[in-house]
């Protein structure tokens, strides 16, 4: 059974089902080039919240051998997903920069005001990737189902070419299901990986 916090700002709602630490496994298949990149890996992911109007996000991955042993780290990205609103006068930044009007609490009502024709609400995800790349993904959330494509990717001067990527998260029988698809290394946009994760 999922358990929802109850202490949440009123931005949050949408998103509260995310909140905890997920752990499992997935798949990898994905072709580059003449070679098609395959196998599996565990992979951890950690929604939390310290008060904002966001959610913290963490998550890693570790390729696994045949024989099941854990061989090489595969991802390290940390983040911050929230629903997509204009900021006022009322909110922090940018940088350091404090708000200029005095807070005001946000209601259910305010959140209500963003749902789309489509049921669900607009949601904005910011990625930082440990190997040099950083994420803009837009999207919708829609109860329990999740859908996000880049808006931006910006890379180092030594990262791999990686120019697109786009998720899928779902609740489903009270495991966090996902889906990535990612443009990179020469290769058009295409599933490159999925995995299953229970709440630990």
Known sequence: MLELP???PADLAPLSWLIGVWEGTGVIDYPVGDERLQGEFTH???????GGPFLNYSATATFLTEEGSPASALLAETGFWRLAR???DADAGPALLPPTADAVARTVDDVEELRAESGG???????AHADGALELYLGEINGPRIDIATDAVVRSSGAKVH???SRMYGLVDGHLLWAWDI???????RSHASARLAKV
Do not use: K, M, Q, Y
Request: no cysteine.
């Open 6 to 8: 109850t202490d949440l």
């Open 44 to 50: 951890r992911v950690s929604f939390s919240h310290d």
């Open 86 to 88: 204009p900021a006022t």
């Open 183 to 189: 443009a990179a290394l020469g290769t058009p946009l």
């Open 121 to 127: 609400f607009p949601i904005e995800v910011s990625l």
């Open 163 to 165: 120019t697109a990527s």
